[in-house]
């Protein structure tokens, strides 16, 4: 329940460090982990009066970390990457996930 800019940035501390745990132990598959991350955006916006601007932070927040992930990865197998192409697949893939639950 998120009522300040302090307290957005502490929620996008804790999504990054979500990712990073997840990144680095790599056992949640992203149709479990996008959920949860969902879960918790929608969660910490119930109380405030601007929940579609707080929503919508988060979730371009949690896009970007995934992002990051992605691209990683991605020049982990490729260093030869498209990055556009990869970070346009890493968006619509998350977003894929993320729209098909917790509707």
Known sequence: MIRSNKEINIAKLLITGIFRQNDKLCEIDDSIFIPIIKAGIL?????????????????????SEYIKTWL?????????????????NARQ???????????
């Open 72 to 88: 990683k990865h991605a020049q982990e197998d490729d260093e030869n990457i498209d990055e556009d192409i990869e970070i346009n």
């Open 43 to 63: 969660y910490a916006s119930t109380a405030s009066n601007n929940k579609d601007e707080i929503r919508s932070q988060l979730l371009e927040h949690a896009i």
């Open 93 to 103: 893939t998350f977003l894929e996930y993320y729209n098909e639950t917790l509707k």
